[in-house]
Structure formats: structure tokens, C-alpha cells
């Protein structure tokens, strides 16, 4: 499947309308200037793409969601995933004295499942509502069996 970018504003109004930042997860415009220049140092952008929202704890635990890709570093090291591969996401909660602390989005394509770990709050339902709806628009290019 070609990869390919997705409208930034809906990616962005997707993220306004199901999300809201939280203390390290923020649309990319609200993060302070050093993360913005870190994170744009760690990802190369291809033309057209635009950074969304990102995830900026420190150097080596991060992630930047474009419309293209979400490409992160933790201490499994460096990863990405095309938005136009996904075909599906799940959340897991770990879960101390009955409250959620952080979660884990496992992102599944066609020949792989891995995922990244987010701080718990309003925040993941903007990213996850991104990439389900990234997902919708992957599955819905597959082709069928008869094909």
C-alpha cells in the first residue's frame, strides 16, 4: 500500500475536538520551543508534511504525530508507523490503587503490532481517536478477497 499524507487540518480538528493537552502529550504549537526544535532534529519531513501533536518527556521518551506517521524513541530505541498502514489500535490501561497511570496504544498494521506508552489524561483520547480514524481510512482502502 502507497503511504500518503492526510489532510493536516483534519488530523489537527480531530485532535481539538476528542483531545486536550496534558502536562508532557501537546498539540505540536504548544510545546515549548526546545521540544519543537528537538523533535524536528529526531524526525525528517518529507514535503507536505506537517507535525500534529507530540509527546516530549526527554531525549530518549518522545513521540511526534504528523499527518504521514508517528514516529517515536523509548527505551525500546527509535520506531515509526505510517497512518496510512494502520488498521488497527487498542489501549491498555495499567492500573494502580484503582487508577489508571498510563496507558499503552498498541498500533497494528499489516505486518506488525507495536505500540508506545502515554501518560493518562484527556490527552489520549485526541491521539487514539487519530489513529482509529486513520485505521477507518486504511481498512477501508484494502483490498477484498475477491481482488
Known sequence: MNNHLFDPEIVLNIWRRKGADSQYLKAFGNLPSEAKEYLLQ?????????????????????????????????????????????????????????????????????????????????AYSGLSSILLWASSRTISKLPTQSE
Open 42 to 122: 529526531q524526525v525528517s519531513l518529507i514535503n507536505g508534511e506537517v507535525p500534529i501533536v507530540a509527546y516530549w518527556f526527554n531525549d530518549t521518551d518522545w513521540f511526534l504525530l504528523t499527518n504521514y506517521r508517528l514516529s517515536w524513541c523509548d527505551d525500546q530505541g527509535e520506531d515509526e508507523v505510517f497512518l496510512s498502514e494502520i488498521t488497527q489500535t487498542e489501549t491498555r490501561f495499567s492500573v494502580s490503587n484503582g487508577h489508571p497511570l498510563f496507558f499503552r496504544l498498541d498500533i497494528t498494521t499489516s505486518t506488525r503490532t507495536t505500540g508506545v506508552f502515554l501518560e493518562f489524561g484527556t
